[in-house]
C-alpha cells in the first residue's frame, strides 16, 4: 500500500492488512516487513523497502483512464518472476535466477507506425504497444504468476471510503485478459533492453 502526502512524499508499505470496521473510526493498519512492523519508506526508498527495486509503490501504474483515452505518457512499473542482479534505478535484488537484472528498461522493437498498422487488436491494446515502443517497462519488482506483471491502479483508493471505482466499467466492456499475449507480437525477438545509462542520465 502506497500513501502518497499533500507534499508529494511517499510511504509504502508492504504485506499490509485491512484493518476491520469503519477507517474512519480509529482502526488500526497493519503491515510488515521481514517480521518488522515499521516498513515506512519515501518514494526515494532511502529506508527499508517494500518493494524490491526501492521504488515507490504508485510510480507507473497502469491507470484505466490513460487506456480509456488512447494515451500512456508515461514509463510502466512491471513486476517479473525473478531477478540476475540490479542495475539503476534498482537498488536491490530478490528472488534471484532470472534473466534481467531489476531496474531494466524494455521496451517494443515495433515503431508507432508499425503499430497503428497492425490488424485485429482492441484499440486499448494498440494504447499498450504504442507506451511500450515510446516510454517502456521498467521490471521493479519479483512475484507475480510467472509473467511480466502490470500493477493496475488499486480500486480501493476509490472504494474505502464510499466511493465508486471509476473503472469498473471500462474494464467490464473490454475483460482485458490476465494474460495478455497480443497477435502479431513476438515476445522473445520483439522487445529489447535499453541500457540503463539513460535512465541515470550518464550517456
Not at 508529494?8 to 497493519?30: C, R
Not at 507506425?113 to 482492441?122: E, F, K, N, S
Request: glycine share 12%.
Amino acid at each position: 500500500m502506497g500513501v502518497i502526502q499533500p507534499n508529494g512524499d511517499e510511504w509504502d508499505f508492504w504485506s499490509t492488512q485491512m484493518p476491520s470496521g469503519d477507517w474512519t473510526n480509529g482502526s488500526t493498519l497493519h503491515c510488515s516487513e521481514s517480521g518488522n512492523h515499521s516498513n515506512i519508506v519515501t518514494g526515494s526508498g532511502s529506508l527499508p523497502h517494500s518493494a524490491t527495486s526501492g521504488a515507490a509503490l504508485s510510480a507507473g501504474n497502469l491507470r484505466v483512464n490513460e487506456l480509456e483515452n488512447g494515451s500512456i505518457p508515461h514509463a510502466i512499473f512491471v513486476v517479473i518472476p525473478s531477478s540476475n542482479g540490479y542495475v539503476y534505478p534498482g537498488q536491490s535484488n530478490a528472488a534471484q535466477g532470472g534473466s534481467i537484472p531489476i531496474g531494466a528498461r524494455v521496451q517494443l522493437k515495433y515503431t508507432d507506425a508499425q503499430i497503428d498498422a497492425m490488424t485485429g487488436l482492441a484499440a486499448w491494446e494498440k494504447t499498450l504497444l504504442h507506451q511500450l515502443h515510446d516510454y517502456g517497462l521498467y521490471a521493479l519488482d519479483t512475484g507475480g504468476d510467472g509473467r511480466i506483471t502490470y500493477k493496475w491502479e488499486s480500486p480501493t483508493q476509490y472504494t474505502s471510503f464510499g466511493g465508486t471505482n471509476p473503472g469498473a466499467a471500462w474494464v467490464n466492456a473490454n475483460t482485458p485478459p490476465a494474460s495478455w499475449t497480443p497477435n502479431g507480437i513476438n515476445w522473445a525477438t520483439d522487445l529489447l533492453i535499453v541500457d540503463a545509462c539513460y535512465a541515470g542520465g550518464t550517456c
